[in-house]
């Protein structure tokens, strides 16, 4: 996740310092001067470290944070303070904040406590945990490949686990397009960071850029307060696009410069921000059709299409279906609430005709 920290300190020459120490490839730094309506101002920003003055903190401002405290994606508070009073030092953390630095602290020792807080923010993963998926064991080698075609895509998409290339997931709905992207995402180099998917076809049109790109404060109505977006969430892990071809026109431009760029822009801000996203993208849409028809962006299509993963329908591989079937007895049985030990010969054989009909008919 991109992280985001906000320092409002006193001495310009420390501010300075801690701005550049702080500033990384994954975090973003922002300073705010206005002392009287900081606290305000911060509880309507998303960030996850707000470092102050205790010049700024104040009975009225000690309401303000509290209110910050509430908020599910509450940023870490810290202090400085030049006074040693361990009651002073006892009271701010009683109240709230989670560390109370001394200011006289040299730039070094102040920047590397407040990294470290960072540090422990980024392993304890804190995001949205409506937007994460947990992932458990997924992986390539959970996909059931006894026939010729899906033995062939299975060792076709190990090729693809290790590089960092855009993939464009394509199949008939129900093939596991999401499954597949999450094996690629878990067992590739950005194991270890977020896994987001966005489903474009259902969120509405009107939400949708806010979704995958985030909003400042008052940039709708409505906006009372930034938020991430979702390609902010994913930094230095992988974005999975479900049903792209679902995007609307105008906003595929945006998108596109996003691939392009490597950077995202908030709805209502001024400022770009660099990100480290893979981009898995899956659809069940004939996107060549789509762009012949004017109805999505060729540009973007050659730039989701940088690799192409078709996964077989289940009629080109029927020799899957008998431990497709003992899969889904092993995931069912616990949530239906009896007992099934397994599956007739003719139920099986009805399962393999009907498959083998639909061939026929298409």
């Known amino acids: 996740m991109l992280m985001r920290a906000i320092i409002a300190i006193e001495n310009q020459a420390l501010q300075e310092s801690l701005c550049r120490s702080l500033a990384k490839s994954d975090t973003v730094v922002e300073t705010i001067k206005d002392q009287k309506h900081f606290w305000s101002k911060v509880s309507r920003k998303t960030c996850d470290l707000v470092v102050v003055s205790r010049h700024f903190v104040t009975s009225h401002s000690t309401r303000e944070m509290h209110k910050l405290k509430d908020l599910p994606d509450a940023p870490a508070i810290v202090i400085l303070s030049d006074i040693e009073s361990k009651e002073e030092k006892a009271q701010f953390i009683t109240e709230g904040f989670n560390a109370v630095l001394n200011s006289g602290l040299s730039p070094e020792k ?3 406590a407040l990294n470290t807080i960072l540090d422990k923010r980024r392993s304890a993963g804190f995001m949205y945990p409506n937007k994460t998926k947990t992932l458990g064991e997924a992986k390539l080698s959970n996909f059931v490949a006894n026939s010729p075609s899906m033995s062939r895509f299975v060792k076709f998409a190990g090729h693809v686990i290790n590089s960092d290339s855009t993939v464009l997931i394509l199949g008939e709905t129900g093939v596991g397009k999401e499954k597949l992207a999450q094996a690629l995402h878990a067992e590739g180099p950005r194991c270890k960071g977020p896994f987001i998917p966005v489903d474009c076809g259902a969120l509405p049109e009107s939400l949708l850029e806010s979704e995958l790109f985030g909003h400042e404060e008052g940039a709708f109505t409505g906006a009372v307060r930034s938020s991430r977006g979702c390609f902010e969430l994913a930094h230095s892990g992988t974005i999975f696009l479900d049903e792209v071809g679902e995007i609307p026109y105008h906003l595929q431009p945006k998108l ?6 490597s950077e995202i822009r908030r709805i209502g801000g001024e400022k770009t921000v660099r990100i480290n996203v893979r981009v898995i993208a899956a659809t069940n849409r004939d996107l060549d059709g789509e762009v012949k028809a004017k109805r999505f962006r060729k540009d973007l299509y050659y730039r989701l299409n940088v690799v192409a993963l078709t ?7 029927i ?3 008998p431990e497709l ?3 889904y007895i092993k995931h069912l049985r616990p949530r239906i609430g ?5 599956i007739t010969d003719e139920a099986l054989l009805l399962f393999e005709k009907l498959n083998e009909r639909t061939v026929n008919i298409r």
């Open 256 to 261: 596109l410069r996003t691939l392009e760029n």
């Open 338 to 342: 009896c007992e099934v030990c397994g």
């Open 319 to 321: 020799e899957d279906i």
């Open 311 to 317: 996964i077989p329908p289940l009629r080109e591989r």
């Open 325 to 327: 079937v003992e899969c």
């Open 110 to 112: 102040l920047s590397g």
